[in-house]
Every structure is written in structure tokens, then in C-alpha cells.
């Protein structure tokens, strides 16, 4: 009875010192990927007793639990992480503190702050990009085109005015890019960098709904991998054209900005009414097209199917370039 009347006494002294907190999180995460969490506090006075800060998500995952032995007055930050499991948005928090001072016989309990929606975008997996080059089918007029400048599939020696530097191995640089000298000098795998872009252009098309579902998580993934390595590598121009209930339609990603737009739109799409872009189907002589499912709607069925890659996500055993099972990994 004391120490439960000790705790009752304690409790508003307690919450006058822990009056402001806020949670704070840097950028966008990713699913399967640790991603910083900031906690601020502004004690008004000096805690010290011990007691816990803790920050759940909606998905019943516990973000991260700290223990903190008192705080001094004034402005503060703790750090820790969260791992997301799922894309969407996710609510993270409310934000708890708790404490079982002095004697550990009953456990006091405040809300700190209460929770914020963050977007969390798909996972994201190695794509080896030799391989998906090569599988695309670039017409025979222009295939010899589509290849010059190319990083991975290149088949005569770079001359030597395309030289531009010298940069650590990247996840799916072509090994023909190692300079091997220089990489056993620094113990550590080197590339050669170039200034000519690849003047490859192609179409991405993707329908969720046209992936059956238990594939269908995987496939969103991909197309988000494939975004952040197409981007990142400079592989050339890139149309996308998304079907979903607000459908998405680009010429081209000029930079990282748009990425984050379509990356976004992946987070936020669930299944219902599904419209295409305006624009359905490319020209004779367009660039050729990416399009990920197999459920096609007879009105949708890609116009050229001899310049179309369909990848088919219930059969990956077909899809040699991607390792789902690396999912979580950077591209």
C-alpha cells in the first residue's frame, strides 16, 4: 500500500518533467531495412530515477525500446531503430514511457506522443543487370545502337577519352569494369567510371493486379529495385506507365525527385478500380517495353509482343536476374 501510494505521488511530478516529446524520423524507410528513429525530450527538470521510452508501430511490431537511467533537464535526443515489415502507410507510435521505480511491484505508464503516419516504401533486391540487359529485346535496327555506351554489355574496349573515374564496385557493375591493378593495390574491387551515357530507351509497364497475389508483393519490389538501379546506374531513358486507381504516365525520369514520386506511388497502391495512363501503347518504331505480369486484360495485351519482356512473377525460376530471397538488400 505505501509503495503504491509512493508511485501515485510520483506520477504527476513525472509527467510535469516529461511535458514535450516528439518522434522524429529522417527520409523515407524501406521495407526490411533498419531505418534511423530520433526521440526528442525537454525534461523541465532533472529525472533520476530510471525508466523505459517505448515505440510501437501499427503493425504490432515493437520499433525500439529504450532504457534510460534519469534525464537532465533541458532539450535531448535518444536514438534508436525501426524496422518496417510492410509498405503503406504505417503508423509509427504512440510514443510510451514507462516506469516500475522504486520497488518494481506495479508499473506507471504515460504517453509521451502520440503516433505519426510514414510512408514506407517497397523492399527492394539485387538485380543483376548483365542478364536483364541482355533478355530485353532491343529491335535489330537499332541494337547495335542500344548497346554503345553500354556499362555492362560492351563488347569492344572503352576508348580512352570516355575515361571519366575511378569508383568502388557497386551491386551489379559488370565485372568487364574491374580495374584490376588499381584493385589489388587498395585491397578492395574498383570499376572504371564513364562519361557517355547509354542511349538505351525502354518503357516499364506494370498492372499489380495482373500479378496473382501471392507474387504480387515480390513483383512491386521489383519494379521498385529496378527504378533505384536503372537511376542510379544511368542505364538511359525510362517511360513509365502505371495502371492503378490514380494511374501514373512519365516520358522519362529526369531525376531523383520523379524516382521518389513513382517509389511512392508503389507504397501507396491497393487493389481496386484499375486505369491505365492515357497513352496505352508505344509506336511501331518506339522503344521496347517491360511489362511485369501474366493476368493481362484482353484489352491491355502489350501491342508488340516481339519487342515486349514479360516477366511472369508465379514462375521465378524464370527470372534469373533477380533474387527475391535478397530482398531488403540494396539494388
Known sequence: MA??????????????????????????PVVGIRHPVEIFLHP??????????RLDDSLGNQATLWHVNGLPPGPGYIHGFWNPTKRGW????????????????????????QGAFVL?????ALIQWDSLLKAIPWSSKNRRQQMVGSRVARPR????EEFHAMRNFRPGDSPRLVHWRTSARKGLLIVREFEDPPNRELVLEFDPLETPEPYRESAISFVAS??????????????????????????????????NLVLDWLAEWTPGQQLWPTIQ??????????????????AFVPSNQAETLILDFSRPETIGFWNMESVGSSS
Not at 516529461?18 to 524520423?25: A, G, M
Not at 523541465?44 to 523505459?52: A, L, N, S
Not at 574496349?157 to 580512352?160: E, L
Request: with cysteine; proline share 9%; hydrophobic share 40%.
Open 3 to 28: 509503495c503504491l501510494l509512493g508511485l501515485n505521488l510520483l506520477l504527476p511530478l513525472w509527467r510535469s518533467r516529461l511535458s514535450f516529446s516528439t518522434i522524429r524520423v529522417a527520409g523515407t
Open 44 to 53: 523541465e527538470k532533472t529525472i533520476k530515477y530510471p525508466f523505459q521510452i
Open 90 to 113: 504505417v503508423a509509427l507510435g504512440p510514443l510510451e514511457a514507462l516506469s516500475r521505480y522504486p520497488f518494481g511491484l506495479a508499473r506507471a505508464t504515460m504517453c509521451l506522443a
Open 120 to 124: 514506407v516504401h517497397p523492399a527492394t
Open 157 to 160: 574496349p572503352f576508348a580512352q
Open 226 to 259: 529496378f527504378l533505384h538501379g536503372w537511376f542510379q546506374q544511368g542505364h538511359g531513358r525510362l517511360g513509365i506507365r502505371l495502371c492503378g486507381n490514380s494511374p501514373l504516365g512519365l516520358a522519362g525520369i529526369p531525376d531523383l525527385g520523379t524516382v
Open 281 to 298: 501503347s508505344h509506336e511501331t518504331e518506339g522503344p521496347p517495353v517491360l511489362r511485369i505480369g501474366t493476368n493481362f486484360d484482353p
